[in-house]
């Protein structure tokens, strides 16, 4: 069966420091890979997807990058994070199949706090 | 710009009564509109996909509708339990891309 795995849970981060969050996924090969962050009370925002190995696109210019270095691992990064970086943050896949999508799985998310 | 709407107050109803959620959307022209459920501190769950061909979509006690005239998508659950207090979200995909509005949160009441 597919799973996705993501870490950490929690992260307490000071302004400026680096980031690094990773996501993996099992059970399923080529999916789409996709981060995305909500903001307290607020919807999800999409902030990179992934159609395949070092095939990032960019939803919102901000701090953060994401990378796809193999084809079941998506990697969100900064290199100086900003207080407005705070949020819980969630990556997922899908697969496209004939056209046709099947709806996105998500990992258990990352709550990040920059202080 | 693309934009979802979902009712921002919550959704209070009582048990055993049907609860309806409306997700309307704006200069957009989906191929496939979804559900999911998010509980507090969790990631959304799946629930249900309709596409842009399909009036109604079922499972179980939800029920869903997609109407691309008004632009616009109906969910229904069906003798609402306690257990189904949660945040609903809508999403809409075109091209491997899935765009959520904010959701609504319902309480179910025993």
């Known amino acids: 069966s597919q799973t996705i795995h993501q870490w950490p849970a929690t992260l307490v981060q000071p302004v400026g420091s680096p980031l690094s969050l990773e996501c993996t996924v099992e059970?399923?090969?080529?999916?789409?890979l996709y981060w995305y962050r909500q903001a307290a009370g607020r919807g999800l925002q999409l902030l990179f997807y992934s159609v395949g190995i070092g095939q990032i696109s960019s939803e919102v210019p901000q701090n953060l990058s994401a990378s796809r270095p193999q084809d079941r691992q998506f990697i969100l990064s900064s290199k100086k994070l900003l207080l407005s970086d705070s949020g819980f943050y969630l990556c997922a896949w899908s697969v496209w199949t004939g056209g046709s999508n099947y709806g996105y799985t998500f990992g258990s998310g990352t709550r990040l706090t920059v202080v | 710009s693309q934009k979802i709407e979902q009712n921002s107050e919550a959704l209070n109803i009582q048990e055993g009564k049907t609860a309806t959620l409306t997700c309307n959307y704006t200069?957009?022209?989906?191929?496939?509109l979804q559900w999911y459920r998010q509980d507090p501190g969790r990631g959304p769950v799946f629930l249900l996909l309709i596409r842009e061909n399909e009036k109604e979509k079922r499972k179980e006690r939800l029920k869903v509708t997609f109407d691309t005239t008004l632009k616009q998508s109906l969910f229904h659950i069906t003798a609402s339990q306690p257990a189904d207090s949660a945040t609903y979200l809508c999403a809409l995909s075109n091209t491997g891309k899935l765009i959520f509005g904010q959701g609504t949160t319902l309480q179910v009441k025993p």
């Open positions: 059970g399923t090969s080529n999916p789409n």
């Open positions: 200069n957009y022209s989906p191929a496939y």
